[in-house]
Nanobody, 131 residues
Framework: VQLVESGGAYVQAGGSLRLSCAFS????????IGWFRQTPKKERVGVAC????????RYADSVKGRFTFSTDATKNTVYLRMNSLLVNDTGIYYC?????????????????????????WGQGTLVNVSS
C-alpha cells in the first residue's frame, strides 16, 4: 500500500486549496480512506473520511460546509477541496487508509502523536494559512 499526498501550499485566510492523495495497493471497495491534520503538538485530527463499503462520507464539525472529499477511482486518487480556509486549518495534512470500518468513528477525534491506530499513512503535505 502506498499513499502520496500533494497540493499543499501557503495561502491567505479565505482562500482555497485542493489536496490530492494518489493511492495504490488497494481499492476503495476494500479500504476506507481519509485525511488528518497534524497539530504543532504532532497530534492528528481526523478531518474527513470516505467509506465506499458503507456509502458514507464523514467530516469533522470544524470543516463541514467548507471542505469536500471526492474520489476518482479511474485515477486511484482522492481529493480534499478546502474552501474558506481559516488560520486554524494550518498543519501537515496526511492521507490514511485502513480496512477497518471503525475509521469513520475517529473523524473529529484527536489521535495522539505517533499514532499507529490506522494501518497506512502518506508522507504528508503542508498547508499554511496566514491571516
Amino acid at each position: 500500500v502506498q499513499l502520496v499526498e500533494s497540493g499543499g501550499a501557503y495561502v491567505q485566510a479565505g482562500g482555497s486549496l485542493r489536496l490530492s492523495c494518489a493511492f495504490s495497493g488497494f481499492t476503495l471497495d476494500q479500504y476506507q480512506i481519509g485525511w488528518f491534520r497534524q497539530t504543532p503538538k504532532k497530534e492528528r485530527v481526523g478531518v474527513a473520511c470516505i467509506s465506499k463499503r458503507l456509502n458514507q462520507t464523514r467530516y469533522a464539525d470544524s470543516v463541514k460546509g467548507r471542505f469536500t472529499f471526492s474520489t476518482d477511482a479511474t485515477k486511484n486518487t482522492v481529493y480534499l477541496r478546502m474552501n474558506s480556509l481559516l488560520v486554524n486549518d494550518t498543519g501537515i495534512y496526511y492521507c490514511a487508509a485502513d480496512d477497518n470500518l471503525g475509521f469513520l468513528d475517529v473523524i473529529g477525534s484527536v489521535l495522539p502523536a505517533g499514532t499507529r491506530l490506522l494501518k497506512h499513512w502518506g508522507q504528508g503535505t503542508l498547508v499554511n494559512v496566514s491571516s
